[in-house]
Each structure stands twice: as structure tokens, then as C-alpha cells.
């Protein structure tokens, strides 16, 4: 079998722009991100941490690390999904965030899990 095949994390995410939360005239906007990760390789694995890069419009660069998300360390065995939902607040209306996940799969071996880089921004407007 190969070995790509054994570790396999697909991560799909779905964003929000909410503006009950964001304060435009104060810089304050505020998203929520649903994400969706599952298992597509064949060895259960862990999801133990994460990191995020978020940047906003003019290239303001936080990062974010942690063990587990929302509180949570999900073992997914293969063809298990887990879905969480977050946020983040920028000073921009559009901002992005990648990142990765460390797993560890069940057999001990340790592999990061990358989060494609995804865009946060404020519907436009229309008056």
C-alpha cells in the first residue's frame, strides 16, 4: 500500500462574515469558519494540535497555536469526519487563514495536516 495513502486528512471550510458581531467604523470585523475534517487515508490518527496563520488586508500576520479545537482532540478513524465551528476578528473586511493540524496516527507516526489557505471578507454592500 502506499504510504500517501495511509495519512490522509481532507479539511473543507465554509466562512461567515457576521455583522451582528463587527463594528466596521471601530475596524473590528468578526467571521465564523465551519470546518470539516475527515479521514481519508487508512490508519486512525488524532487530531493533537493546530496552528493558524491568519493575515488581514494589509498584511497583518497573527498565529495561533493549541492543542486540539474548540476544546477537543478528535480521534477519526478512516472515513470519520469531524466538523467544528470557530472565529476570528480582523481589523480588515477581508483577511485569510491557513495553517495545520498535527495528527498522530494510531501506529505513532506523526504527520501535519495542511489547512489550504482559505479568504475571510465582508459581503459587499449594495446601496
Do not use: C
Request: overall charge negative; charged content about 20%; proline content about 5%.
Amino acid at each position: 500500500m502506499a504510504e500517501g495513502k495511509k495519512y490522509q486528512i481532507s479539511i473543507n471550510v465554509d466562512t461567515a462574515y457576521l455583522a451582528e458581531q463587527s463594528d466596521p467604523s471601530a475596524d473590528r470585523y468578526v467571521f465564523t469558519y465551519t470546518i470539516t475534517i475527515t479521514n481519508s487515508g487508512t490508519v486512525a490518527a488524532q487530531l493533537i494540535s493546530r496552528h493558524w496563520i491568519i493575515t488581514d488586508a494589509e498584511d497583518v500576520t497573527q498565529e495561533v497555536k493549541g492543542l486540539g479545537v474548540v476544546g477537543e482532540q478528535p480521534l477519526l478513524r478512516p472515513g470519520e469526519h469531524f466538523e467544528y465551528t470557530s472565529g476570528t476578528a480582523l481589523a480588515t473586511p477581508v483577511g485569510t487563514m491557513r495553517g495545520t493540524y498535527q495528527m498522530v496516527a494510531e501506529d505513532g507516526n506523526k504527520f501535519d495536516a495542511g489547512i489550504p489557505q482559505f479568504t475571510l471578507s465582508m459581503p459587499r454592500v449594495l446601496h
